[in-house]
């Protein structure tokens, strides 16, 4: 893809994760200062949406991102910034448990603040723990029902889905979205094998910050192996 290109659809997702609302050009050249016209910038949304990166919901609304703009920003896109101290600082005041589920609990409860994503922690195959609901179903796309009763089936069956997933293993945050994510193509989740053979799961909208997401994730990785 062209650099170009490459930066105007990673100013949109970022801008799109955010907002929750579809980016119009103007919008891009005005909050990035970007030195091309509004009209250069449609020709080059059209393109990207015409290689399936974009959708337009409605024909007078701007753009949002697809499933597969979402995976080449997971790939492509998360380096650089790390986690800022204070969030470092937060997680490392919750680790202070001796015993590691219970460890795991309040590093989920954490990150769930730092996130504002929903946080699932599978210890053994019979003790699973979930926080976060609220901030999960507070994002602007738990408003169609159907998306809350689909995760709500799967809290049901919670054990059975965790206990899969520990099947594999996850030694770096593993980023699964859309039609890839276990629990639902409306999702995007993080998911990270902890000692003792746990797993901890951050998910959220498929918009959801996999950046902030993810180095959060290294941090807990890093805390439980302490």
Known sequence: MDARLEQVLSHLIEDYIRSAEPVASANLVRSHDLDVSSATIRNWLSLLEEEGYLI?????????????????????????AALPEKYISALSQAAHAAVLPERAKQLAKCSVAITKSAALVGTNLSDTY????????????????????????????LD?????????????????LGSECPFGNACGSVLLTLPK??????????????KTARNVSYEISRLMHA
Do not use: C
Request: aromatic share 12%; proline share 6%.
């Open 130 to 157: 979930y926080t976060g609901l609220s901030e999960l179903f507070s994002q602007p796309e738990f408003r169609d029902w159907s998306r809350v009763v689909s995760i709500g089936s799967m809290l049901d069956r």
């Open 160 to 176: 059975e889905q965790l206990n899969r997933l520990r099947e594999q293993s996850y030694a770096e945050p593993r980023i699964l």
């Open 197 to 210: 053979r746990m797993v901890f799961v951050l998910l959220g909208p498929i918009r959801m910050d996999y």
């Open 56 to 80: 337009q919901p409605h024909t007078s609304a701007g753009r949002i991102p697809s499933e597969r703009a979402f995976r080449w920003y997971a790939k492509n896109r998360l380096g650089g």
